[in-house]
C-alpha cells in the first residue's frame, strides 16, 4: 500500500526517539532492540532520517542519532519522501494517453487526482498526530 516497511519503521524510529527525549542519543542497535526490527534496517533508516536532515548523526563512544525537530514540525511526507524517494508521475500515465491534459484519459486524471490528494493529506499530517497511537507490530492483525 503507501507505507513501506521502511518508511513504518521510519515513523516509529522517530516517534521512539521522541518518547526518549530531547537531545537524547540512541545508538542504532538500541533502536534496533527496541522496535524489534533488524539492526541492518535501523541502520538504513537511520541514515535516511539522517540525509534528510530529520535526525542527527552524533559520532563517539556516547554517539547515536537525535532528532532535530519536533514532532509537530515534521510532515508524515518528508518521512516516507526521506526513506522511499518519490517517483515522478509519468509511471500513472499508460503510453496511449496523451501528454495534453485536455487530451488525458480519465483514469489518468483520476489517478493524479488522487496521488495529490494523498501527497497534500500526509503533508498536513504531522508525526505529532500519530505518536500516541503508534503500535507495535504485534498489535496488527495480518
Do not use: W
Amino acid at each position: 500500500m503507501l507505507f513501506s516497511r521502511t518508511a513504518v519503521h521510519g515513523i516509529y524510529t522517530l516517534c521512539y526517539l521522541n518518547r526518549e527525549g530531547s537531545g537524547t542519543s540512541l545508538s542504532s542497535p538500541a533502536v534496533a532492540a527496541a522496535l524489534g526490527i533488524p539492526r541492518d534496517q535501523a541502520s538504513k533508516v537511520l541514515q535516511g532520517l539522517n540525509n534528510a536532515g530529520l535526525v542527527k548523526s552524533i559520532r563517539g563512544r556516547r554517539g547515536g542519532y537525535v532528532l532535530t525537530k519536533a514532532l509537530e514540525e515534521i510532515p508524515v511526507a518528508d518521512v516516507l519522501e526521506a526513506l522511499n524517494p518519490p517517483e515522478d508521475d509519468e509511471h500513472l500515465r499508460p503510453k496511449s494517453c496523451t501528454h495534453d491534459a485536455t487530451r488525458m484519459c480519465g483514469a489518468h486524471r483520476g489517478l493524479l487526482r488522487l496521488n495529490d490528494c494523498v501527497r497534500r493529506a500526509l503533508a498536513n499530517e504531522t508525526l505529532a498526530g500519530l505518536e500516541g497511537s503508534v503500535c507495535h507490530d504485534a498489535d496488527i492483525a495480518v
